[in-house]
């Protein structure tokens, strides 16, 4: 026969009459009135075909053995079918095929679960039999969107003239950040690879080999414990560039974002993106990867109720703390004293010792607490607030950060259970001007707000060992829809900056060396002005493809402990392969003499 | 100043009178008749850029300070160059850049060798300093090039609608094959993933997933002892099909391959390419990946040399063994008794035990066999091989396998010494009918010629465990110019040919269904046929940009004991890494659980 293949899902009225080949799966098989209808699925969508007794019997002996989920090849006619017949839900659902031919490929067990696009099976059995999970359609779309969507990356940056291009994945361990992966080495017993964290350093490298502009979608590696949006391994768009200047890489992301958002959703997206300082991020929305679909922002409420009756608000400001509100709005009524009590239970997951609430009713501030506001406290909490009547108010007075922490959490789950969010929205924002460092208290030293190789604003280099906790770095993290999508920065290109953050950072000369001598050494060569950006693609397809959960994203993904529940990842491996590695199984190290700091 | 960035190599006499902003490296500098003169470069080439006290004394004074590999910013204006210091062996030979502005953005040290397109250094000394090595222009252009073959390669499969797809990287060991890197659990004490040696078994899951087409630029590891041509992480254009015919994803792979030359080397090639059974490859050519920009192939003479008196010749051809011959052309005269003895030593490394050979000298054969080569035989000889006067023949006999090695690599040996080889031709090759199976005399049992999924031809199933060595693989090697580019073949996608595999592997029951249980149950939920092939893209750029390096193609290679000698990874990591692993560093394994079969 001459007929060709085509898709199950790509036919449609205008085929009528044409001879064609399908192969795919069996969705369903249907007996009715010594006719056959079989449901046939490729990655295409869904096509109904049909068995007649009278144009083929052989054909219809076989359609009567298959079940759902054989693989079949079948040769046919399409045909328009019945006006009653028609399946507006279908794409393919004007027409159908008359089959003449059937060839079972392989056959099918009854599968642990059907394949539906909801289904209420257990995330373990569908990591069990992922290649059965990932023939529902909403997982077969979204690996499509993944595809287009690093496409469309890459031909945006092969046009801007950048190169693709591969850096190891055995490569060094080093102590900061994340806990590395490590790989045992055969050759020289008793050192070990790292997988890379991210390719940070390969990337500068990259630069100072005169590339100039570098990009990869990379795989990372981070052996950290694992919540709902974290992998064992991830994938970035990693991007680096040479002479470039903040604006023109944040530029140049913002149009490729246009092109993605464009080619991937059909959506237009309005660039510039807005920039927001990091404090006014953290200040206006408790975050530093704001969502600003809704308003509901936080207030700092502190000016007017550092005098306040209420001891509460008084000592939060005496401490140096803050009181921030939010303005729930038109809510006074739906919250009963007990819905806010639960509200309280959930700001405490963030350290809050509580929440304290008025409600707007008649032009008056009425609640537990408006006996300690005087009137000129809630004239002014009344305009900083834009409170009008029925409004209601929550507040938080506590340490800055735990009122970000917990109000900037608070507002988010209003905003999500009061449907505040334009779900059709795809908001991008740049968060800028933020610390270079960070004080890490557990640890009694300052640590990298970003990472150690983030050039600090020119004019604030001398503050880096005088006044670490002032020093702006020329950093920039891209916000979609309250998750951090990427982040970049400028990089050191200058060996005395460098050696000063490695300082500041609390290494010795000797340590910096042994880490990243070859860091510093390559910069006394011709290290370029450079800086880029990484975005983490898992997330990025998350929101593109409009799914909750990060593992959908990922075609084989591991479990929160780190498992493949298919292939069962990790497992035992034999004796002989751990003494070539020089490695035994077992508690503490008897060996110190690879003991490091 | 309005002048706004371009590429040094990319200006020509077109540009002359335009305002230019330029960004890049000294590569040399030179002061002539109180001018000095810059030839700076960027990725795209070399500009000359030229101060004159007269137009701007402010820049001259900073000109005067630069040096090598010093980083610079240069505004200017393109000017003609004065007829006499036109330099016509450079792409902007024509102008030069009079510069009004220069600002240095980074210093350099004296490099440790110099930027230049040949260098005598050691390599050791250019993998250190990695990134002084890649500003090369030879690296530079090897990368650009690697950088548009994946583009071409990935353009092409996108058009013919793959998808692009990511399998994981923390992988299952299984013992087959080559040796795997591990990487020990944290969470799971005393387990490990492995690194993957490809994607074999997750592409075949992706077609079981109903994906159909799929591709991926993947990165595989193997841990072996590194020849020159092999590295412990390559990289691989990773493909597989659904329901397409071997002959289809040959056609396919052609067309790919059409594509890639023409864009990267603007070279047309003729598809389809020759396609060209194991056994006779290896009868014609000694090698299972023969390249064919030259003649000079084995004949098989044992038929006519099986009566001989020469002993050694009977006495390979009584014991099963294969005499066969070479005949290389002309060369009786150039080659002395020494020479031959040389080129007998070549083929002892490959287990001969010896080289006989013959001239023709003026109708005759003489040599220090001919007295034990009968008139006949000799006209047979002579017709054979047409021999002609003035001829080198040239013969092994031994073992068959021997013949072929050591008559494979002499003619290979002889093809490069002798000028045979037409460099610019691009001689694709299949070699198909691969046996399934090959014996391994050491193990004394049948192991994959391929890998273990690879379908049997279907009329040689029932053979798989009654004779497995005539058992035909359907699979396809891809060869370029004597170096094996890939290999492919259709897969088993049916649960009882994959059992019976496992079986002439020598598993148990047990055994398979703990190492591959899930691919077998795979296999039973409808399991589509399907097929592909992987291709070696390091090797590939290689013979691209015509280097004879792998480690040229490959931005941060690793040395033969699979160090880098950059970042000096694999290192010491320390104790409290160590034991988060539940790992001690030492020799023998105290704990046996873990022991597998």
Known sequence: MSSHRFMSGSLRDSHVGQQVLLKGWVQKRRDLGGLIFIDLRDRSGIVQVVFNPETSKEAIETADKVRSEYVIEVRG????REPSTVNENLATGKIEVAASEITILNKAETPPFMIEDETEVSEDTRLTYRYLDLRRKPLQETFKMRHQTTQAIRNFLNEETFYEMETPMLTKSTPEGARDYLVPSRVHPGEFYALPQSPQIFKQLIMMSGFE?????????????????????????????????????????ERMMKRVLKEVKGVDITTPFPRMPYYEAMDRFGSDKPDTRFDMELVNVSEIVKD???????????????????????????????????????????????????????????????????????????????????????????????????????????????GLIDQ?????????????????????????????????????????????????????????????????????????????MFEVLGFSKEEAEEQFGFLLESLEYGAPPHGGIALGLDRFVMLLAERTNLRDTILFPKTASASDLLTQAPDAVSSAQLEELHLQLGGKALDTNNEES
């Open 77 to 80: 006619e399409v045909l328009n």
């Open 213 to 253: 502009k570098y990009y990869q979608i990379a795989r990372c590696f981070r052996d950290e414990d694992l919540r709902a949006d974290r992998q064992p391994e991830f994938t970035q768009v990693d991007i680096e560039t040479s002479f470039m200047s903040k604006e023109e890489i944040q530029d140049m992301t």
């Open 308 to 418: 306040s009756g209420f001891k509460v608000f008084q000592g939060a400001v005496e401490n140096g703390g803050t009181v921030s509100a939010i303005n729930v709005k038109g809510k006074a009524k739906d919250f009963s004293r007990k819905d806010i009590d639960k509200l309280t239970e959930f700001v405490k997951i963030y350290g809050a010792k509580g929440l304290a609430w008025l409600k707007s009713e008649e032009g008056t501030l009425n609640g537990p607490i408006s006996k300690f506001v005087s009137e000129e406290e809630a004239a002014s909490l009344t305009d900083a607030l834009r409170v009008e009547d029925g409004d209601l108010i929550l507040f938080v007075a506590d340490k800055t950060s735990v009122v970000h922490d917990s109000l900037g959490a608070l507002r988010l789950k209003l905003g999500k259970e009061l």
């Open 424 to 500: 059709s929205q795809f908001n991008f924002l740049w968060v800028t001007d933020w610390p270079l460092f960070e004080y890490d208290e557990e640890e009694d030293h300052y640590a990298a707000a970003h990472h150690p190789f983030t050039m600090p604003v020119r004019e604030d280099i001398e503050k880096m060992t005088t006044a670490p906790a002032e020093v702006q770095a020329e950093a920039y993290d891209l916000v979609l829809n309250g998750y951090e999508l990427g982040g970049g920065s400028l990089r050191i290109y200058e060996k005395e900056v460098q050696e000063k």
